[in-house]
């Protein structure tokens, strides 16, 4: 598999030099996961504490992954000297229905599994814990908990599967290219010895990179990962990737006694059960098939395309 001539990738050529793939994964992982966003973070627990969950907790990390993308697109206009719509943000205006489908998707593919433990009684729905907003008294706030998710997950998006993806597909073979980022994307998540949260978390990061090659653009996959994070801790007040529940959610759901930990996910949340990696083993696979017919035309329509010397 061969994603270099692709105009995704090829969009990270068309500034003045190109990051070297090593530099772009100290870059990513060292200075803009473990130095910005962890600094900011750091400062906030100082200056500004707070407790986990809370709708400023929510907003503490809204900023914190906000300032980690920030001086990413600083390094890519000012040290690549390319534009910042070559980084998957071409056209914005149908960009931004794009992203509100892809919220809608996310949503969709994250209640699947959820309502399916409900209706078959592995998940029941809970009390709000003392303090926590929820119901109708919660519909204001969750709109603009939804736009943290949006920020949250978009920068995600831009350090894996914009600025990796991109940088990797022009030096690497296509299947590397797509592994690597997914693999980083993965570990920041502290699932290395969990193996259904890794598969899930791991599945969804391929179908992401699948679709990513395929739109030539972030906005669809940006809209999935916030709709799946939103729906996942403000809609159904289930923990998001391991950590405790939100305290603003619709409905709060969590496993019922004697469910199965493989069954419900337990305490990491719906994203380490049995059902949520089936859901995202289709999704992967579709998204990996309609790339490849894509591709497979692409390739057979069009003349051979020198592909830029970055070396």
Do not use: C
């Not at 061969?2 to 995704?8: I, K, Q, W």
């Not at 206009?77 to 489908?101: A, D, S, Y």
């Not at 309609?290 to 830029?308: H, M, Q």
Request: hydrophobic fraction near 55%; charged fraction near 10%.
């Amino acid at each position: 598999m061969s994603v270099r001539t692709t105009p995704f990738v090829q969009d990270a050529a068309t500034g003045k030099r190109v990051t070297p793939w090593w530099l772009a994964y100290i870059l990513v992982f060292l200075v803009l996961i473990l130095g910005v966003q962890a600094g900011v973070l750091a400062v906030f627990s100082q200056t500004w504490p707070v407790e986990h969950g809370t709708p400023e907790a929510q907003l503490q990390e809204m900023i914190g992954f906000a300032a980690a993308g920030v001086v990413l697109l600083l390094w890519v206009v000012l040290f690549e000297r390319r534009k910042i719509r070559t980084l998957g943000f071409r056209r914005p205006g149908r960009g931004l229905f794009t992203l509100l489908v892809g919220f809608v998707a996310g949503f969709a593919l994250l209640s699947i599994p959820t309502l399916f433990l409900w209706a078959t009684g592995a998940y029941v729905q809970v009390e709000p814990p003392a303090g926590a907003t929820s119901g109708s008294g919660a519909a204001g706030l969750l709109v603009l908990l939804a736009l943290t998710f949006v920020v949250q997950g978009g920068v995600e998006e831009l350090l894996t599967r914009g600025f990796l993806l991109q940088n990797g597909g022009l030096k690497f073979p296509g299947w590397l290219a797509v592994l690597l980022p997914a693999l980083l994307f993965t570990l920041i998540h502290g699932v290395l010895l969990k193996p259904l949260p890794f598969a899930m978390i791991f599945l969804f990061a391929l179908m992401a990179s699948f679709l990513v090659l395929r739109t030539g653009a972030l906005w669809l996959v940006i809209g999935i990962h916030a709709g799946w994070n939103f729906t996942l801790g403000n809609i159904y007040g289930v923990p998001v990737s391991g950590l405790p529940p939100l305290t603003t959610s619709a409905i709060f759901l969590e496993p019922a006694a004697g469910a199965p930990d493989w069954l419900t996910g337990g305490e990491f949340g719906t994203e380490a059960s049995l059902p949520a990696v089936i859901v995202l083993v289709v999704a992967a696979t579709v998204a990996f098939v309609v790339y490849r017919r894509w591709d497979a035309r692409r390739s057979a329509e069009l003349p051979a395309i020198p592909v830029a010397d970055v070396a």
